[in-house]
């Protein structure tokens, strides 16, 4: 059991998902604290494949939402599911193409509407690849091409905004990853994600050695994202998480750990969790939203037997 998520929703409820194994497969599952007793264990993700990481928000509505990205196609695919009033509502499959997407976060904004961020990467995403000579023998490796994605659900309508590369610097764009979406009391939704900031030498747009990976940050203001910030003192490995909240005057609030690394060495002993908060003013533009695309992607079977 591992990769909890918690959220408390409108009516005081504190829900808690989890990625947990069940009979030799990954599912997602879920419980209720009511305020006096957990309920039933409930399992929410479907489907024959593994299911991995998810992530939890509440609405406006008391409506909670769960996501998690599955492999019941062969590929890494996203999913969200609702609990309204207790009950889960049917599965539904957010991506569709067999293009490498993963580790989604989840946000609903003040209209009641869900965001979603998650990783973009190749078909056949980590399979069959070596770097000796660079030659894929079918598959794609982890960081050849990477990105990520912002979509918003409202009712049954998916949608997204503005490409939140265009905020990255084009040098960094295949080493940005993990974001964890807040919306703030203005409206506008706000994508903190880690990125390769700097690194020693860069070895074939593949992956970059003594690399610092830091948390970078950007908002939606209307039809763009503004160009990202990087924050101070955020350095660590590249799957470290983020935390984020807005207190009720409207700050935006982030913590994280780091491990005080540089170029030439990791220093264990400065591991630290760290927060900083961001007053925020003002309010902001309505976000332009189009229809929901996916990019025309195609996979061959690398492994028949998979």
Not at 191 to 216: F, P
Request: charged share 25%; with cysteine.
């Amino acid at each position: 059991n591992l990769y909890l998520a918690l959220v408390r929703d409108a009516g005081g409820k504190v829900h808690v998902a989890w990625q947990g194994f069940r009979k030799r497969k990954s599912e997602i599952l879920l419980r209720t604290w009511d305020g006096a007793r957990w309920s039933p264990e409930v399992q929410v993700s479907t489907g024959p494949g593994d299911h991995w990481a998810p992530a939890i928000a509440a609405d406006t509505s008391g409506n909670v939402w769960i996501g998690w990205d599955g492999y019941d196609a062969g590929n890494f695919d996203i999913y969200v599911r609702r609990l309204a009033q207790g009950r889960l509502d049917a599965v539904r499959q957010i991506t569709k193409s067999p293009l490498f997407e993963a580790n989604v976060s989840l946000a609903s904004d003040r209209n009641g509407r869900l965001w979603m961020a998650w990783d973009v990467g190749e078909s056949n995403w980590g399979k069959d690849w070596t770097s000796q000579r660079f030659k894929p023998g079918g598959g794609n490796g982890l960081y050849r091409t990477r990105a990520v994605r912002v979509a918003c659900l409202d009712g049954a309508r998916l949608t997204q905004p503005a490409d939140i590369m265009q905020a990255i610097p084009p040098g960094q764009r295949d080493y940005f990853q993990m974001v964890r979406l807040q919306p703030d009391a203005a409206g506008r939704v706000w994508a903190m994600g880690r990125m390769l900031a700097s690194y020693r030498k860069r070895v074939q747009n593949n992956w970059g050695t003594n690399g610092l990976w830091e948390v970078v940050g950007t908002a939606l203001e209307g039809d763009r994202w503004l160009p990202a910030v990087k924050l101070a003192s955020t350095a660590g490995r590249n799957d470290v998480g983020l935390a984020t909240a807005v207190d009720r005057a409207g700050d935006l609030w982030l913590a994280w750990s780091r491990d005080g690394r540089t170029f030439r060495r990791v220093l264990p002993e400065k591991t630290r969790v760290s927060c900083a908060r961001l007053k925020l003013t003002g309010q902001a533009g309505p976000a332009k939203l189009t229809p929901f695309q996916e990019a025309a992607a195609a996979a061959g079977a690398v492994h028949p037997n998979e």
